[in-house]
């Protein structure tokens, strides 16, 4: 069965960085886009970013381009996001989300059950 | 402000059927596929309909979607109390080079 397990939220200052990781499982991880989805506090679900299969396409909202990077080691089968300068409003579950295909971008059949960021002083 | 427009609740009784709307422009629905996903209360999301109108392996017929123009509409039949949920619909927009979500839909089963 398709696993993803995400990890590494927690509490972080503003303006400091954390770096979430996504393990996948039971599914040939190179052959799908991953992104990462997430949602605040009694809120609505936000995307964040997408990386293709290989790892060549990125994409992001423009909420968070020019401060998070999405990567993927496909020799680990694990997905990253790592933010920096992270503002209050960043604060929200995470999700890791699975796509249907390598370049997938917006149709995403598998999620993780989030890791939560929360950005406060 | 979501880019793609749902009514915050809608609600039926068991049984019954209802339709949840989700609103956009050319440049997201006009253009693109539209999923749809499900969120019971305190859990992640789960796909229903992709590409408009296609069920994942495993969620039963009593769950459709519909694409007309700039709209895309899902619904669902035979409600039960364990539909009630957060419904979103999401696609691609074009112009914002994103994915974009509707604000959401709640579901209460009477």
């Known amino acids: 069965e398709v696993q993803l397990l995400e990890s590494g939220g927690g509490l972080v200052q503003p303006g400091g960085s954390l770096r979430l990781s996504c393990a996948a499982s039971?599914?040939?991880?190179?052959?799908?886009?991953m992104s990462w989805v997430r949602q605040a506090p009694g809120k609505g679900l936000e995307w964040v970013s997408t990386?293709?299969?290989?790892?060549?396409?990125?994409y992001y909202a423009g909420s968070v381009k020019g401060r998070f990077t999405i990567s993927r080691d496909n020799s680990k089968n694990t997905l990253y996001l790592q933010m920096s300068s992270l503002r209050a409003e960043d604060t929200a579950l995470f999700y890791c989300?699975?796509?249907?295909?390598?370049?997938?971008?917006?149709?995403?059949?598998?999620w993780g059950q989030g890791t939560l960021v929360t950005v406060s002083s | 402000q979501s880019v793609l427009t749902q009514p915050p609740s809608v609600s039926a009784a068991p049984g019954q059927k209802v339709t949840i709307s989700c609103f956009g422009s050319?440049?997201?629905?006009?253009?693109?596929?539209v999923s749809w996903y499900q969120q019971l209360p305190g859990t992640a999301p789960k796909l229903l309909i992709y590409?408009?109108?296609k069920r994942p392996s495993g969620i039963p017929d009593r769950f459709s979607g519909s694409k007309s123009g700039t709209s895309a509409t899902l619904g669902i039949t035979g409600l039960q109390t364990g539909d009630e949920a957060d419904y979103y619909c999401?696609?691609?927009?074009?112009?914002?080079?994103?994915?974009?979500f509707g604000g959401g839909t709640k579901l209460t089963v009477l």
């Open positions: 989300a699975k796509g249907i295909g390598a370049a997938d971008l917006s149709n995403f059949d598998y």
């Open positions: 039971a599914f040939t991880f190179s052959s799908y886009a």
């Open positions: 990386i293709s299969g290989s790892g060549a396409g990125t």
């Open positions: 050319s440049s997201n629905i006009g253009n693109n596929y």
């Open positions: 590409d408009n109108n």
């Open positions: 999401g696609t691609w927009d074009s112009s914002l080079s994103a994915v974009v």
